[in-house]
């Protein structure tokens, strides 16, 4: 067999390793917010695998890659950043989104309520990950020595997500489900 295996049994006693060497528990704030990133990356591969349009796809693998860059960045020791071999996600990236939001939001119907999360299943799909996303954004914020910016893009991200959903629901023909509150009996 070539290549790595996939156990090692060095997490057997609760512990893993971090990027530089250091080893924490399983249930470190920083492994929990890494754990949560790639949980939203997950999601996302959902997304595309419930029929998402090509251009949008196309959008949600590149929000995958950089889920896989900010992961890695989490999953380092703080004091070995220096040796990481991907640039960090920084203030380019995202003006990115919020660009990509813009653009997506102006081929959208005006929000006129809320919406309830759902639609056609790839629209669903991204609003789990929006979820997941903003659940990683509260994790980061459990973790000492993490960039300002790392809290920013994931905040944009959720934002993205739920513009992606709102638009592959246009794409399928499907409404947003307005929020109507429960009715009175």
């Known amino acids: ?16 390793g971090l990027f530089g060497g250091a080893r924490v528990r ?12 790639d949980e939203t990356n997950a999601a996302l591969g ?22 896989f860059v900010l992961g890695a960045e989490l999953a380092c020791d703080p004091s070995k950043t220096d040796k990481l071999k991907v640039p960090v996600l920084g203030q380019e990236r995202i003006e990115e ?16 309520s809320f919406i309830l ?9 991204l609003h789990l990950a929006r979820t997941v996303c903003r659940r990683a954004e509260r994790r980061v914020l459990d973790v000492a020595d993490v960039r300002p910016g790392v809290v920013v893009y994931l905040n944009r991200l959720s934002d993205l997500l ?14 947003d489900v307005p929020w109507e509150g429960r009715a009175q009996s």
């Not at 399983?26 to 990133?37: F, H, L, M």
């Not at 989104?97 to 006129?112: H, Q």
């Not at 999360?117 to 799909?125: L, Q, R, S, V, Y």
């Open 162 to 175: 739920f513009v992606l959903a709102r638009r592959a629901n246009g794409v399928a023909g499907v409404d």
């Open 97 to 112: 989104l919020e660009a990509l939001i813009d653009r997506l939001e102006a081929e959208l119907p005006p929000l006129t």
């Open 26 to 37: 399983k249930n470190d704030p920083r492994v929990e917010a890494y754990g949560t990133v």
């Open 117 to 125: 999360p759902g639609g056609c299943a790839a629209a669903a799909a």
């Open 46 to 67: 959902v997304a595309c695998a419930a029929d998402l349009p090509a251009p949008l796809r196309d959008i949600v693998e590149g929000l995958q890659r950089d889920l």
């Open 1 to 16: 067999m070539n290549g790595m295996k996939i156990y090692t049994r060095t997490g057997d006693q609760g512990q893993t």
